[in-house]
T-cell receptor, first 111, second 114 residues
Framework: DAGVTQSPTHLIKTRGQQVTLRCSPK?????VSWYQQALGQGPQFIFQ???????QRGNFPDRFSGHQFPNYSSELNVNALLLGDSALYLC??????????FGPGTRLTVT | DAKTTQPNSMESNEEEPVHLPCNHS???????IHWYRQLPSQGPEYVIH???SNVNNRMASLAIAEDRKSSTLILHRATLRDAAVYYC???????????????FGTGTRLKVLA
């Protein structure tokens, strides 16, 4: 049984560009959450998707948006990239339980 | 949102018990307490969670204070593979859909000495 998978593993973008990160949840899971983890910090909650809708959102600007597809996979989009957006982006999935399974993350570097 | 406070780092000798403390004085009645750990270059890994009562599983034990304002993760016999950053997390249940979010602190970096 595959766990949570994320793509790409690493990504380098330039300031002002847009990026899309992808996440496939663990088999049977229907809820996907996204987190941003800056170097040396704990993960920060961005938003959560369930039934293809954004259900909760953390303190992130509208430049951060997402989508959930009927197969429960999800995308995180970031527009107008800033240097400060450089971080590890983590996806976590769950099934109506409090145990979230995290993927390995996508390392985004903005230059 | 309720926050957690943990020591930045701790050290333990191999095969000895480790007690990792966490303060969450502003926790509300519906907030669960979770512990995750993160090894280098990996995503966080679930360790244990609880609401009010102490909990045990194959990885660890979770001791929750009676007033729920603090908790302690107990690793009974630390091994070198337990060296990681340990996060104490509150999951905040909100909304009619039953969705929730995790609030991470900065975590405790555990060093295990051989």
């Amino acid at each position: 049984d595959a766990g949570v998978t994320q793509s790409p593993t690493h990504l380098i973008k330039t300031r002002g560009q847009q990026v899309t990160l992808r996440c496939s949840p663990k088999s049977g899971h229907d809820t996907v959450s996204w987190y941003q983890q800056a170097l040396g910090q704990g993960p920060q909650f961005i938003f959560q998707y369930y039934e293809e809708e954004e259900r909760q959102r953390g303190n992130f600007p509208d430049r951060f948006s997402g989508h959930q597809f009927p197969n429960y996979s999800s995308e995180l989009n970031v527009n107008a990239l800033l240097l400060g957006d450089s971080a590890l982006y983590l996806c976590a999935s769950s099934l109506w339980s409090y145990e979230q399974y995290f993927g390995p993350g996508t390392r985004l570097t903005v230059t | 949102d309720a926050k957690t406070t943990q020591p930045n780092s701790m050290e333990s000798n191999e095969e000895e018990p480790v007690h990792l403390p966490c303060n969450h004085s502003t926790i509300s009645g519906t907030d669960y307490i979770h512990w995750y750990r993160q090894l280098p270059s990996q995503g966080p890994e679930y360790v244990i969670h609880g609401l009010t009562s102490n909990v045990n599983n194959r990885m660890a034990s979770l001791a929750i204070a009676e007033d729920r304002k603090s908790s302690t993760l107990i690793l009974h016999r630390a091994t070198l593979r337990d060296a990681a950053v340990y996060y104490c997390i509150l999951s905040l249940l909100r909304g009619t859909s039953g969705t929730y979010k995790y609030i991470f602190g900065t975590g405790t970096r555990l060093k295990v000495l051989a």
